[in-house]
Nanobody, 127 residues
Framework: QVQLVESGGGSVQAGGSLRLSCVASGAIVSSRCMGWFRQAPGKEREAVANIYNGIPYTAYADSVKGRFTISRDNAKNTVYLEVNRLNPEDTAMYYC????????????????????WGQGTQVTVSS
């Protein structure tokens, strides 16, 4: 079974930064599309970033472009999301997810392609 375990969330003041981690087992992150999503209470799930299999092409939602950075460490089989210049609207549960490999690299991977999900890590930003 594929397991994804997130960590690194916390409570920070506006303008602060965090580095979220997603450690995978049962899957090789460089052979999958890996994504980060977030969901605030009562709101829809939102894709924020993903990194493609093979060539580390990345894609971001407009709301986080220039502030968030997704990356991976193949040796550690870990995907990261660096979240910078946070504001209260970034408060949410952040989830790591894995999707099958793609040949076409074109923006954010559709949510229905993801077939494995982590348990989430909470990010709370105070003003």
């Amino acid at each position: 079974q594929v397991q994804l375990v997130e960590s690194g969330g916390g409570s920070v003041q506006a303008g602060g930064s965090l580095r979220l981690s997603c450690v995978a087992s049962g899957a090789i992150v460089s052979s999958r599309c890996m994504g980060w999503f977030r969901q605030a209470p009562g709101k829809e799930r939102e894709a924020v970033a993903n990194i493609y299999n093979g060539i580390p092409y990345t894609a971001y939602a407009d709301s986080v472009k220039g502030r968030f950075t997704i990356s991976r460490d193949n040796a550690k089989n870990t995907v990261y999301l660096e979240v910078n210049r946070l504001n209260p609207e970034d408060t949410a549960m952040y989830y790591c997810a894995a999707a099958p490999a793609r040949r076409a690299f074109s923006g954010l991977v559709p949510v229905n392609e993801y077939n494995y999900w982590g348990q989430g890590t909470q990010v709370t930003v105070s003003s």
